[in-house]
């Protein structure tokens, strides 16, 4: 079935630093992609996403551009600020099952002042 | 601000006890969807509905139940609460429509003893 996976744990970075976080996805077809960030006490607000293969979606500061070649969707940020200190997870509709969001685990972002 | 109301946001129960988590949102959305967030923070599908009186289990085999008489409100029962049930549950809803995102509540967290 169509899946995504985040590849690093916990994040600590200063602020201003640059962040990426890194999600691959398995799919079949064409899904769309997404990035979903839940500040602490709160649930899940859609942060950006990107319908087709080329697309970038942008919000906040916060960058990813649907890889199809790689079939990745990679978070970027020049310069995080501790507002961003947060929990962000990728996501993927399925287009063959009534395009149901499937998430990939968390990774917790910690910015410090 | 949140369109999608959960209550309550928290709950700490006995074992055996039956519970009701309560889910409403006002934007209209026809498709409502309950997850568990686990410890490790992955979300996982537990419940769907597509309509008023279509409710569908997810990819999580779970031991609630969830109905669905009008399209605001989908609520989620356990009949019997057990420690394995400790988790968050955060219920979401979206419109029709692949690109359409979910909306998401502030999420019930319960703890069962």
């Known amino acids: 079935g169509n899946s995504v996976t985040r590849m690093e744990g916990p994040v600590t970075l200063s602020e201003e630093a640059f962040l990426t976080i890194n999600c691959t996805y398995t799919a079949t077809g064409y899904p769309s992609l997404f990035w979903y960030v839940q500040y602490p006490g709160e649930g899940l607000q859609l942060l950006l996403k990107?319908?087709?293969?080329?697309d970038k979606g942008s919000n906040k500061g916060f960058e990813a551009t649907y890889r199809k070649e790689t079939t990745s969707f990679h978070l970027e940020k020049g310069s995080v600020q501790v507002s961003d200190s947060a929990v962000y997870f990728c996501?993927?509709?399925?287009?063959?099952?009534?395009?149901?969001?499937?998430f990939g685990a968390g990774t917790t972002v910690t910015v410090r002042a | 601000e949140a369109d999608i109301y959960q209550t309550p946001r928290y709950l700490v129960i006995g074992t055996g006890k039956k519970i009701t988590l309560e889910c409403s949102q006002t934007?209209?959305?026809?498709?409502m969807y309950w997850y568990q967030q686990d410890p490790g923070m992955e979300l996982h599908l537990i419940h769907y509905?597509?309509?008023?009186?279509?409710?569908e289990k997810g990819d999580l085999s779970s031991e609630s139940t969830v109905s669905r008489i009008r399209t605001e409100h989908f609520p989620l029962t356990l009949e019997s609460a057990r420690p394995s049930h400790t988790s968050q549950y955060l219920c979401?809803?979206?419109?029709?429509?692949?690109?359409?995102?979910?909306?998401f509540g502030n999420g019930t967290r319960l703890t069962v003893t």
């Open positions: 509905s597509y309509g008023v009186n279509s409710t």
């Open positions: 979401a809803s979206r419109e029709t429509g692949r690109d359409s995102p979910l909306h």
């Open positions: 990107a319908t087709k293969a080329d």
């Open positions: 934007m209209g959305h026809d498709k």
């Open positions: 996501a993927l509709s399925d287009p063959y099952n009534d395009y149901k969001l499937s």
